[in-house]
Nanobody, 124 residues
Framework: QVQLVESGGGLVQAGGSLRLSCEVS????????MGWFRQAPGKEREFVAH????????YYANSVKGRFTISRDNAKNTLYLQMISLKPEDTAVYYC?????????????????WGQGTQVTVSS
């Protein structure tokens, strides 16, 4: 059974920074394609960032490009999301997700495993 556990969320002022972590257990972390998604109240879950398992190629939503950085440490079975220059519109529950197959990285339904989420609140 694969488990994903996020941490690092919290309350921060606009312009501040946070680093989210997602620890993966149960299977070989290095073989997964990993993503971050977020969901604000009343909105659909949206893609934030994705990283491949091999070359570590990253993709970002336009809304976070240049401000967020996704990375992974396969030795620690951990995925990260470094967020800087945070805006109130970044407020959401952030989820990490994992999938076995490549492609369709921005589509939530393509992911096989999900964490429980961590709240990020950015005050103005």
């Amino acid at each position: 059974q694969v488990q994903l556990v996020e941490s690092g969320g919290g309350l921060v002022q606009a312009g501040g920074s946070l680093r989210l972590s997602c620890e993966v257990s149960g299977r070989t972390f290095s073989h997964y394609f990993m993503g971050w998604f977020r969901q604000a109240p009343g909105k659909e879950r949206e893609f934030v960032a994705h990283i491949s398992w091999g070359a570590g190629i990253a993709y970002y939503a336009n809304s976070v490009k240049g401000r967020f950085t996704i990375s992974r440490d396969n030795a620690k079975n951990t995925l990260y999301l470094q967020m800087i220059s945070l805006k109130p519109e970044d407020t959401a529950v952030y989820y990490c997700a994992a999938k076995d197959a490549p492609g369709y990285y921005a589509s939530p339904i393509r992911y096989d495993y999900w964490g429980q989420g961590t709240q990020v609140t950015v005050s103005s």
